[in-house]
Nanobody, 114 residues
Framework: QVQLVESGGGLVQSGGSLTLSCVASGSTGTIVDMAWYRQAPGKERELVAT???????FYADSVKGRFAISRDTAKNTLFLQMNNLKPEDTAVYYCFAQSWSVSWGQGTQVTVSS
């Protein structure tokens, strides 16, 4: 079983930057892919970015060129660097890990003011 804890959310002005972190614990050696999802009020949870064990990345079109996903396998930590933030990026951001099963973090709120 893998446990995930996110941090780094907050309130930022449009055009600003934030870095989210997600620390994994438990059976971290079984983690294959990791990802960030987000859910805005009244909307479905959506994929933001993914990163494989071999560091291959994928980004949603809405964040491509502004966000960067990375992972420090030695420290069992996933990151999401978010630049040029827009009000439409406001959401609860969730960390995700695929191992023998699926694990989710509790979420961290990101609010971007215009």
């Amino acid at each position: 079983q893998v446990q995930l804890v996110e941090s780094g959310g907050g309130l930022v002005q449009s055009g600003g930057s934030l870095t989210l972190s997600c620390v994994a614990s438990g059976s971290t050696g079984t983690i294959v892919d990791m990802a960030w999802y987000r859910q805005a009020p009244g909307k479905e949870r959506e994929l933001v970015a993914t990163i494989s064990r071999s560091a291959n990345t994928f980004y949603a079109d809405s964040v491509k060129g502004r966000f960067a996903i990375s992972r420090d396998t030695a420290k069992n930590t996933l990151f999401l660097q978010m630049n040029n933030l827009k009000p439409e990026d406001t959401a609860v951001y969730y960390c995700f890990a695929q191992s023998w099963s699926v694990s989710w973090g509790q979420g961290t709120q990101v609010t971007v003011s215009s």
